[in-house]
């Protein structure tokens, strides 16, 4: 009896640990983002504090010249909800039609897809610039949304939770008159509320720290992101880490906000991925 109570304190220690290991990474980024600039990463655990950094930030860094940061935040939101949308709905239609729609070539799109995805992303960036430019849609929301509306890891998902769903289901749609569409989203969805929150957070998160193509189909100050605008701001600036630590904080509250809100869903669908 007391062995095992040893052996429980024994795993609890080594969780916490553990635990500490992987959250003080951020827990620095927090504590250096209000630490006082004559201790930012000079210190483990800062002793002075100040919003100096913050203030650095909204007061337009080094030139002191006022940024658009509620219009690149929306952006961003605009940005990245219009995208992860379009990818969900493309994602799980695609994935539907993979997994419970007899056609011809299916096994041959579905191993395209798995050959696509380990495609770098970089390889086609050019050609999709160029198509943009041509189709005269730079510098415009499309620009950014477009090319992201499809996304081959959400197919793999959806794909593959839909294949556990009995297939009963779908015949007594059939039978009661129900579309494929119908189908689709009043019942199949429904059932795959886990799957689609981690869905969601993944690729979110994905598109919402997306910088590069930003960078390259954005040029007026009104259609700025907000990843965009920091690195216009710490381009010149490399040499103040407290604010780039500010920075880094303000990104990442959204994505935190997120994840605690449906953490629970989020839970059980992991539960099924790591099956």
Known sequence: MVGSKKGLTFRYVIAFALLIVMVFPYLYMVMNSFADWTQVDKKVVPTEFTIRSYEWLFSGGEAGIARPWLKAF????IVSTASTALMMVTGAMVAFALAKM?????????????FQMFFPAIILLIPTFLIIQNAGLYDTYTAMILPKAMSLWAVF??????????????????????????????????????????????????RWTELLWDMIVVRSDSMLTLNVLLSQMFGPYGGYPGPMYAASVLLTVPIIILFLFFSKQFKEGMQFTLK
């Open 74 to 77: 929306l952006n961003s939101v």
């Open 157 to 206: 998902m959806y794909t593959n939770f839909f294949r556990a769903i009995p297939d009963t289901f779908i015949e007594a749609a059939k039978l009661d008159g129900a579309s494929n569409f119908q189908i689709l989203y009043k019942i199949v969805m429904p059932m795959s509320k886990s799957i689609t929150t981690v869905v969601f957070l993944f690729l979110f998160m994905e």
């Open 102 to 114: 007899n056609f011809r070539g299916r096994d041959f799109i579905n191993n395209a897809v798995l």
